[in-house]
């Protein structure tokens, strides 16, 4: 396991690379971002809670950066201080809504149709002209 004396940045997350094993590297205040064998950089944060070891995913490193995953520990933190364990608050705030991103979530260009209309809308769009 690697360990870090320093508050990681950006460019010494970039600067982590894959190894045979999965391996840990620290940030502070039980954060941390495990290098998986393929590559892929993941935020956790461990914590205790009722006298229970548990650990809280963020997010993926480039998609989370190291602020918003310090703003997910602290937003964890502050549910523990409540006594509220924040897996559990993750899951009844579901899948949107925890996310530590400023982005608004995805619209589609195009305005909602039943399956029927975009079938017949795809269906006079296709058909030719009958000229003779």
Known sequence: MRT????LSDIKIRNLKSGDKAYKVS???GLFILIKVSGAKSWRFKYRID???KLLVT?????????KARL??????ALLADGVDPNEAK???GKFGWKPT?????????????SSARRESRQ??????NIT
Request: charged share 25%.
């Open 4 to 7: 870090s004396a320093v508050p």
């Open 27 to 29: 940030d502070f205040g």
């Open 51 to 53: 006298g229970k070891e």
């Open 59 to 67: 997010g993926n490193y480039p998609a989370v950066t190291v602020a």
């Open 72 to 77: 997910a520990r602290d937003a964890a933190k």
């Open 91 to 93: 899951q009844k705030i």
């Open 102 to 114: 400023d982005r608004p979530p995805k619209r589609s260009a195009t305005p909602f149709l039943p």
């Open 124 to 129: 006079q769009h296709y058909q030719r002209p």
